[in-house]
């Protein structure tokens, strides 16, 4: 188990270096996975890998305003929810939901302590920008890299070598209606973040029908994600044409209009 510890610290160790990078590998839909692989359980990490991205889809740094980290929540939610509850994927994603939030929100507060001290170095740039020195700007990169790597490597060693049997206790000692209760939390939370995410995409009021239609198929004719999928293409195809030809012929009227303004001008 403490190889496995290891293992993971490296891989936390590494996806914070690719956060200030690449950021290919930041969002909980590819991070859990990972985690799930290792830890020997894919499926129980796709599933809170899935529901995780869902709860945080719309959450993003906006200016100077830092989010809740992701990617340390998503990897000690991730690695302790499967290490302590003993192949349950439902009782998994719901302990990996209350883990997730106030340990994303703790290493939200070592991010913001670790980019002050980065914002430290921009002195340093400075001087080696002005004495055109590329050779010393190159190597300042790693500084922050390494610290923003040790930020998330840090507390994920600490939280799976101290935190997983008491993890393992607690849950042990929880009665069936809190974990039901994890469980509704699990299915509410991603809901609320979906709600969240549509109130900013859904501007206009002729698309909200779409999302009527779709309750529809799924509550009421009980259809899968693929037909329904394929449905959303359909009706979405349809309403491009519409769309396009109105506004064709909203140009066309207003051309012909301009038009014969200006020939009633020229007579």
């Given at each position: ?7 993971i610290?490296?891989i936390?160790?590494?996806l914070?270096i690719?956060?200030v990078?690449?950021k290919?590998?930041?969002r909980p ?8 692989f ?5 499926q129980?990490g796709?599933?809170?890998g899935?529901?995780?991205?869902i709860?945080?889809?719309g959450i993003?740094?906006?200016g ?6 992701l ?10 929810a499967i290490?302590?509850t ?5 009782t998994?994603v ?14 939200q ?6 980019q002050t ?8 740039a400075k001087?080696?920008?002005?004495n055109?020195?590329?050779?010393g700007t190159f190597?300042?990169?790693y500084p922050p890299a390494l ?6 490597a840090?507390?994920?060693?600490i939280?799976?070598?101290f935190?997983?049997?008491a993890?393992?206790?607690a849950?042990d000692?929880l009665?069936?209606?809190?974990i039901?209760?994890?469980e509704t ?13 549509m109130?900013a995409?859904?501007?206009k009021?002729e698309?909200?029908?779409f999302?009527v239609l779709?309750f ?13 999928t394929?449905?959303a293409?359909v009706f ?7 769309t396009?030809?109105?506004a064709?012929?909203a140009?066309?009227?207003n051309e012909?209009?301009k038009?014969t303004?200006?020939e009633?001008y020229d007579?």
């Open positions: 188990m403490t190889m496995t510890i290891i293992v610290t490296l936390a160790f590494i914070g690719d956060d990078s690449t290919m590998f930041r839909l590819l991070i859990a996975p990972i985690i799930g290792i830890l020997g359980d894919v129980a796709l599933a809170i899935a529901t995780l991205e709860m945080w889809m993003g740094n906006v100077a305003y830092m989010a809740p980290d990617i340390t929540g998503t990897i000690i939610s991730t690695s302790l290490m302590s003993n192949g349950s994927i439902e998994a719901a302990t990996a939901i209350t883990l997730a939030i106030p340990t994303s929100i703790l290493a507060q070592l991010l913001v302590l670790i001290i980065n914002v430290s170095l921009n002195g340093w001087r080696l920008a002005d055109a020195d590329v050779k190597w300042l990169i610290l923003t790597g040790a930020a998330r840090v507390p994920t060693f939280a799976l070598y935190g997983a049997g993890i393992q206790s849950v000692a009665p069936t209606f809190v039901n209760g994890l939390a699990g299915s509410i939370i991603p809901a609320v973040g979906i709600a969240l995410l109130l995409m859904l501007k009021f698309l909200w029908m999302l779709g529809v198929f799924s509550s009421y004719l009980g259809l899968d994600i693929l037909p329904m394929l449905i293409i979405a195809y349809f309403y491009e044409m519409i396009r030809k109105t064709a012929g140009n066309g009227a012909s209009s038009n303004g200006e009633e007579l």
